[in-house]
């Protein structure tokens, strides 16, 4: 399979220091790294230059992630775009479920 027009966007997030009910995720960081091998390895084989990954994000990183994606959807060369979160999820006054990444909203 020929993969030159996939991409994936892996973001994770460890640590969640505005909010002391959610622990930290180390883990986080080996699911991403876990997964980023498999898309590299011949079974995939999405080019290292087709595999973003975002560890705990900050406002400035955020945008810069978020352009890189805008650029990449915009060139219209993608065939698939994966995009992975490791990272809590929380609930609303509602009952909804929500990824949590706090560190987008610094």
Known sequence: ???????????YVQEYAAD???HPLPQAFDNVAGLRKAFRDSSFGIPKENIFVQPDPTSKEKSEFLAKLSDIIESGVIKNLIIYYAGHGILDDKGRHYLFVERFYG
């Open 1 to 11: 399979m020929n993969n030159e027009n996939t991409f994936a966007f892996l973001i």
């Open 20 to 22: 002391v009910d959610l």
